[in-house]
């Protein structure tokens, strides 16, 4: 098909098209069918499933037909409505949505109905949008937009979109598009569907439109003298700069238009009389036209969409005919479609002859008649009848079963089939018929239940599992954390994404020389991790019962983009590939990590110090040879030929200045290459700070290995691999050895058991050393050392004197006091509690004789002989269940120095604690050094020299006054308003001076929510919210009243809700290219709010304890004044700010938006109220007539 001169479409190849230039043929016609109806109906609705290898029409007379393949083999066919036209079918994963004018069915493919909704609001509707799982926009020619709920099947929002209705709906990352057929677009905000921007296309009538990336393309009708004409130029409009670019000229008269959806650029353009044209959006440069035609002449086009694949295009003509156009021979609508279910295949009957006296006579088909006996019917004499037993309940049923009332609700465990029940069948000897072969995992399973029957089974002990927190309306304020941590010391929450690096901060945090050199440290850089973590660790000071929230750390953690580069960041991974993620082998690479990374925050912040702020520091560059454990193969190779390349550094490359990381964790190495055959010798000093435990896994000539031996060997390691020689001018063979030449103060090691060898050597030289120290060599394994392993309570309570008893008693929440000697494997351990090292000729590394014990304060320090001993102070274990892989976690054992409890040593207490992120537990020194590679496998070990572990660092305070007068704003484009008013000389606060805070909030993650057998919303996550404000006023003297903090706090992160009817922050306001505000960095402010607290102040607020919370400060409870709590009866409801305001001052506050420094004021005069009423002894009739007036008035504040 071509076009002449003329403009007239001609069928046949052109003259002269071997010369033609520009023109490609790129779909061609495959299928033309006539839909069901076709006789009597067009085509108006048509849609590729993005699920199946589905094409969906449905025609005018409210009937809807899918078809399989490209062959267009007929699938299932339904009516939908008696007599109206199908407006828009959508696929969704379990069926799919049909739009009439009247009426919106749910169906699903195979053409069962699920649900049908009509109401008096949908009339004449037009389109349909799907905006989550659940979502669904509802438009037409009326002058509602309907936002309904899938799940609930309700109506649950109404927007008023005028007179002119909404015809088009179309899916945006930022803006739901909704086109009416005026020519007018509307971009509505997704969450709050207001109207952000408007757009005017077509001076007539808006016929189509789409929307991808950038770009917003539409065509349409123009007024002409009167009249209507199509418009062939297509209106071109950038969402960025929200204004119209270079419009786009078509051949054809556009009627319909697509983006191809694997060619962002690429668009479909569709005339009525069926011509189609792909045009680019870009490449404008070499034209080159693509033209189809639809082969039905006098027919029109009333449908047309593209497969999500881009391979089939698919029109739908008023004669009721299918065209399916596609890119290949077998084109496929889905790059990734699932398997259709079919309908079973009729088994045929079996043909026979009449002469075929052999063959069975049953295997006919006949009809059973219930007054003539069968030959084969048994007398009534040889007959009983049984009644089959009922199956029992499954005890997955019993076990989560909740009861309301008479009622038990449970969740199905889905092990069988809806309304089927499967019977235990019998046969005549009274045994079970024999079942089918069972799986594997089946196989497994019934192994692990019938070890569990007979006592050999162990489960992993209670304080080694994820312990899941159940959030409610309140968050988490209701949660009973004294169940999970009866110690004097805090514990951090798991909630956020990449929290798994809990137990690592734990473990920094009681080493007491770096908790003090980050407490000390401040710098000017934004997202800086040492001063985050510093700030955090004050928090886990200050904090005792209630866990610490890491969000800052988290938040600065994300922004790092050597954490990204290194794959440390879980939040950018897919749901699947976080499954899939080794946690031990992630906290290794993270101990790396962070220890480097505060190297260089330290050395900057030195070298600015020192050159007088000019800014001397290197970019901090991932080096392979600097990260070994994620090599593997080549990676390793060309990390050994980097490492011999850099020999020659030059000398000013090496650093100097000296942190105080570098001089906790730093040992000094010599790297040495050697070539075999020159004898050729190249030295380079390098630096290591975690080393990585290399196994002889393929050495078998040694049968035991200690593991200081390991040790010595992963220090100083050799070994011969083929480099480059610059004297032989090739590569030769080399022997690289490291040898080392200074000791660190505190050794962090990485055991390296993330594959199956190395975890085998482990276990093996376990079992060696048992095997030698029992003394009959018995050396069977034991999974748990008297450990409580079941959730059932014991037969015999607490008289109970069976040995290694794994049932519940009520005296186990403590540990025994001398631990599990019994076992073996704790007494007899393989990783040693204290090892002394020396570098004389060679590096000796021994395990301290008769110190195997772990506990208590160390006796002998120092250095002896040239000997340095070190003590293990912390081990990080990788918990994992094989039955459920989302449970797996990170703990920590730590042996907390004495200097850490508040009340001074407990002597006869171990000073060996389990962190298992909030849940913290006392256990025995033994257990510490005890594994089971089944659930417990050590990642990360710390050794510390006894003056680090016994010593107490000087915290330097570098806050000062001098905060308050650095007042910057990064606001681009017009000056920021500022608000507020610093502080004067006099003003600053002094301990117990009075500062009304508050502050306010943007979503930056929904909460999610499941609905539970029972009818109820369980919170399966709570919604993650990020400060956008933060206020403080003065609560005394002249300026009573005066802000003299009033910062907005940039984000890079997305914002899903601004929540602007409660914090008054709108869209733009955090973006520093559009905000008019004071916009400033959430360090800064903090800062700022530190030393407050550091001062002394007294807080005053409604709801400080979550703004706190939000904001990762933990402030004394005698430095909070919380007009919440005041004006609180206990077991009632609290009361709302805006309510107090008006019943105790008779103010209006909060009348449209919040404003954080009017309900500041408000809080200081309800404040001074509370003081007048406690002075007069009238506290408690106030409160009372309180509560009854907001009863009555349903705690609304009156209109009048």
Not at 486 to 502: D, H, Q, R, S, V
Not at 914 to 934: C, G, H, K, L, R
Request: net charge neutral; charged share 20%; proline share 6%.
């Amino acid at each position: 098909m071509y076009f002449d001169q003329s403009g007239l479409a001609m069928v046949g190849q052109p003259e002269g098209a071997e010369c033609m230039t520009g023109i490609n043929n790129e779909y061609v016609q495959m299928e033309c069918i006539l839909a069901d109806g076709g006789e009597r109906f067009g085509v108006c609705a048509l849609a590729f499933d993005q699920h199946e290898e589905l094409l969906w029409m449905g025609n005018q007379g409210g009937h809807i037909t899918s078809y399989y393949t490209s062959h267009l083999q007929k699938y299932t066919s339904f009516q939908v409505h008696p007599s109206q036209d199908i407006r828009q079918i959508l696929a969704l994963d379990h069926g799919v949505l049909i739009l009439s004018g009247s009426l919106l069915r749910y169906q699903l493919r195979r053409g069962i109905p699920i649900f049908s909704h009509t109401s008096d609001n949908l009339t004449e509707m037009q389109c349909m949008l799907q905006m989550s799982p659940t979502r669904l926009l509802l438009a037409g020619h009326q002058d509602k937009l309907i936002d309904y709920n899938i799940g609930v099947g309700q109506e649950t929002k109404l927007i008023e979109v005028g007179e002119a209705g909404c015809a088009m709906l179309r899916a945006h990352c930022r803006f739901v598009c909704a086109g009416n057929a005026l020519g007018r677009i509307d971009l509505r905000d997704p969450n709050t569907m207001n109207i952000e921007h408007t757009l005017d296309t077509h001076s007539g009538n808006l016929s189509d439109f789409d929307v991808q990336g950038n770009l917003l393309v539409t065509c349409g009708f123009s007024n002409r003298q009167g009249l209507l004409n199509v418009d062939r130029f297509l209106r071109v409009y950038d969402l960025r700069m929200m204004r119209a670019v270079n419009p786009i000229q078509t051949v054809v008269d556009p009627m319909y238009l697509r983006f191809l959806p694997l060619g962002s650029s690429r668009l479909a353009v569709v005339s009525a009389a069926g011509q189609l044209q792909l045009l680019d959006t870009v490449a404008f440069t070499e034209p080159r036209l693509c033209l189809v035609q639809m082969e039905n002449p006098g027919a029109m086009c009333l449908s047309f969409d593209i497969s999500t694949s881009s391979q089939s295009l698919a029109f739908g003509d008023s004669t009721g005919s299918i065209h399916l156009f596609g890119s290949q021979p077998r084109a496929v609508f889905n790059t990734y479609s699932r398997l259709t279910e079919h309908a079973d295949v009729i088994a045929p009957m079996i043909n026979m002859s009449v002469n075929e006296y052999e063959a069975p006579f049953s295997s006919i088909p006949m009809p059973i008649r219930d007054d003539a006996p069968l030959a084969s019917d048994w007398p009534q004499n040889l007959m009983e009848n049984c009644y089959r037993r009922s199956p029992a309940i499954d005890p997955e049923i019993l076990r989560t079963m909740k009861m309301q009332g008479p009622i038990g609700y449970a969740p199905n465990p889905k092990e069988t089939r809806r309304n089927q029940v499967t019977y235990n069948l019998e046969n005549s000897n009274g045994g079970a018929i024999p079942k089918q072969k069972k799986s594997y995992a089946e196989r497994i399973h019934t192994k692990m239940a019938a070890a569990d029957e007979t006592g050999v089974f162990v489960a992993i002990p209670k304080r080694y599992r994820r312990v899941e927190l159940k959030y409610n309306k309140l968050g988490v304020e209701d949660f009973q954390f004294d169940m999970y941590n009866k110690t004097e010391f805090a514990g951090l929450e798991a909630i956020l994404p990449n929290a798994y690096c809990n137990a690592m901060i734990q473990v920094l945090y009681y080493i007491e020389p770096l908790r003090a050199t980050l407490l000390s440290h401040i710098c000017q850089k934004e997202f800086c991790l040492s001063c985050e973590l510093g700030f955090l660790f004050h928090m886990i000071a200050n904090q005792t019962l209630t866990p610490c929230q890491p969000s800052n750390f988290l938040r600065a953690f994300r922004t790092v983009p050597e954490a990204s580069a290194l794959g440390l960041i879980l939040s950018d991974m897919h749901a699947d590939a976080k499954q899939r993620v080794d946690l031990g082998m992630l906290i290794q690479c993270w101990n790396r990590f962070i220890l480097h990374q505060m190297d260089m925050e330290l050395l900057e912040t030195l070298r600015k110090l020192k050159d007088d702020g000019k800014n001397l520091r290197k970019p901090f560059v991932y080096k392979e040879i600097d990260f070994p454990t994620i090599l593997s193969g080549g990676h390793a190779k060309r990390a050994a030929a980097a490492a011999a390349a850099a020999a020659a550094a030059a000398p000013e490359d090496r650093n100097e200045d000296v942190t105080e990381i570098h001089q906790l964790f730093a040992m000094k190495q010599w790297l040495i290459n050697t070539c075999l055959k020159c004898k050729f010798e190249v030295r380079k000093e390098a630096v290591l700070m975690p080393c990585n435990l290399n196994y002889p896994t393929s050495e078998p000539d040694r049968d035991y290995w200690s593991f200081c031996q390991i040790l010595k060997r992963s220090l100083n390691y050799d070994q011969v691999t083929p480099a480059w020689c610059d004297r032989c001018n090739k590569f030769s063979p080399t022997s690289q050895c490291r040898r080392l030449s200074s000791l660190p103060k505190v050794l962090s090691i990485n055991t390296s058991l993330h594959n199956p060898q190395n975890k085998s050597f482990w276990q093996s030289q376990m079992d060696k050393k048992v095997s030698k120290a029992t003394p009959h060599g018995d050396s069977s394994r034991s999974t748990t050392p008297t450990l409580v392993t079941s959730a059932k309570p014991c037969r015999y309570g607490d008289n109970c004197s069976r040995p290694g008893c794994r049932f519940r008693h009520n005296s186990d929440t403590a540990p025994p006091p001398n631990g599990p000697h019994t076992n073996p494997y704790c007494s007899n351990n393989w990783l040693p509690h204290r090892i002394r090292m020396a570098i004389k000729d060679d590096l000796i590394v021994q395990k301290v004789a008769g110190e195997d014990t772990g506990g208590g304060t160390p006796t002998t320090a120092g250095n002896k002989n040239g000997f340095v001993e070190y003590q293990l102070t912390a081990i990080v274990c990788y918990i994992t269940e094989p039955a459920a892989i989302e449970k797996r976690s990170l703990v920590v054992l730590i042996k907390v120095p004495d200097s850490y409890h508040p009340e001074g040593p407990r002597k006869e207490e171990s000073p060996w604690y389990i962190f298992n992120d909030f849940s913290i537990t006392p256990v025995p020194p033994q257990e510490a050094t005890w594994f089971s590679f089944d659930w417990k496998t050590p990642c990360v070990l710390y050794y510390s020299t006894d003056d680090v572990y016994c010593g107490r660092t000087q915290v330097r305070h570098s806050l000062n006054k001098d905060i308050f007068t650095q007042v910057s704003s990064f606001t681009r484009g017009t000056s920021a308003a500022i608000t507020f008013t610093p502080l004067e000389e006099h003003e600053y606060p002094k301990k117990g001076d009075l500062v009304g805070m508050d502050a306010e909030f943007v979503t930056l993650n929904q909460e999610e929510a499941e609905l539970r057998s029972d009818g109820k919303m369980s919170t399966i996550k709570p919604s993650h919210l990020s400060v956008a404000r933060i206020t403080c006023i003065r609560g005394q003297g002249p300026n009573e009243g005066t802000p003299f903090i009033d910062d907005y706090i940039s984000t890079q992160e997305q914002v899903v809700d601004y929540l602007t009817k409660f914090s008054g922050i709108k869209p733009g306001d955090l973006d520093a290219n559009f905000s008019s505000k004071h916009l400033t960095t959430l360090k800064s402010t903090y800062i700022k709010l530190r030393y407050l607290q550091d001062s002394g102040v007294i807080f005053v607020g409604h709801g400080l304890k979550n703004d706190f919370r939000v904001i990762n400060l933990v402030v004394p409870q005698e430095q909070v004044v919380d007009t919440v709590n005041l004006f609180h009866l206990p077991h009632h409801r609290m009361v709302s700010l805006r309510f107090l305001a008006w019943h105790f001052l008779g103010l209006k506050i909060q009348s449209e938006t919040h404003d954080s420094t009017e309900d500041e004021r408000a809080a200081l005069q309800l404040y001074r109220c509370y003081l007048r009423l406690e002075s007069e002894g009238r506290v408690g009739s106030a409160l009372s007539e309180l509560y009854e007036l907001g009863k009555s008035l349903n705690w609304k504040v009156p209109e009048e």
